[in-house]
């Protein structure tokens, strides 16, 4: 059972490039009309072409701006439904695609505390970090968390095996065909453990469970395990912060050139 997990978000690096074209480009235009203008508009584009490329330099350079840490603890799914009218109660309910804007490939959430109280405790019910959801991979089969056309840093999440101690539980990250991380971890089935990656720059999480021996919980059995509160850490794509900087800075020395 998988519950708590976190990851984080990395910059494309090639839209750097596109910026810095669009610098040269406006640096251009400014020398061109600087041919017949008067001595106070010609230091006032120079002005507005060296904090262009003062901001370029910076925005560069620095560190990418980075985000709050989004923790995901699958609690906002719901596993009720209406039918003929009436609201039934579930304990199951797929995670769907889009969910905090990742792909979610064979994953569910189990109502914790509603599937405790009809079937009995198991690791579902200690793998619960935050109530009252916890997904895990459906069937016991591998699962899949992408993020298409982009790339973050997984941290970290809660492991637990709901039915068998001592899960094995192979956890891979890719960056496109490239398998850059691969870990096993053993989960424990009466305890949620807290386990460390740092996964970085990829798209492609999968997450494979084997092994293990039934923890003798009643009424199941099988490889699944449960997963709670997954840590993720979205950064921002450096080329949006140069070309907005880049756009007002234009705008403004647009603005002065009509004042003066």
């Known amino acids: 059972m998988m519950d708590n997990m976190s990851f984080e978000f990395v910059p494309e690096p090639s839209t750097v ?3 810095a074209f669009g ?15 008067e001595i106070a508009r010609l230091a006032m ?5 060296l904090l262009s490329l003062i901001s370029f330099i910076f925005f560069s350079f620095s560190p990418p701006m980075s985000s709050a840490q989004t923790l995901i603890n699958f609690d906002d799914i719901s596993t009720s439904y209406i039918s003929s009218g009436k609201v ?7 995670v769907t695609n889009g969910y905090q804007g990742l792909c979610w490939n064979n994953f569910g959430v189990v109502n914790v505390p509603l599937q405790t109280s009809l079937y009995a405790t198991n690791g579902y019910t200690y793998g619960m970090v ?3 959801n916890v997904a895990f991979n459906s069937g016991g089969t591998p699962a899949e968390i992408d993020l298409p056309g982009g790339s ?3 941290l970290s999440v809660y492991l637990t095996g709901a039915w068998n101690s001592n899960l ?7 960056n496109g065909a490239n398998l850059l991380y691969d870990e096993t971890v053993v989960a424990s089935a009466t305890n949620s453990t807290l386990f460390v990656f740092n996964y970085l720059d990829i798209d492609c999480l999968t997450f494979n469970s084997s092994g293990g021996q039934n923890a003798g919980f009643p009424l199941g059995q099988g490889e699944e395990f449960a997963m709670d509160n997954l840590s993720i850490e ?5 080329s949006t912060v140069l070309l907005t900087a880049l756009g007002a800075l234009a705008l403004y020395a647009l603005l002065k050139r009509k004042r003066a």
């Open 88 to 94: 039934i109660e579930a304990t199951l309910a797929p």
């Open 17 to 19: 490039l596109l910026t």
């Open 168 to 174: 094995n539980i192979e956890v891979q990250g890719f």
């Open 234 to 238: 979205f950064v921002p794509e450096p």
């Open 130 to 132: 935050s109530p009252p």
């Open 45 to 49: 584009n120079a002005r507005a072409f």
């Open 23 to 37: 610098v040269v480009g406006f640096g251009a235009l400014l020398k061109r009309k600087r041919a017949g203008c």
């Open 152 to 154: 973050f840093n997984f």
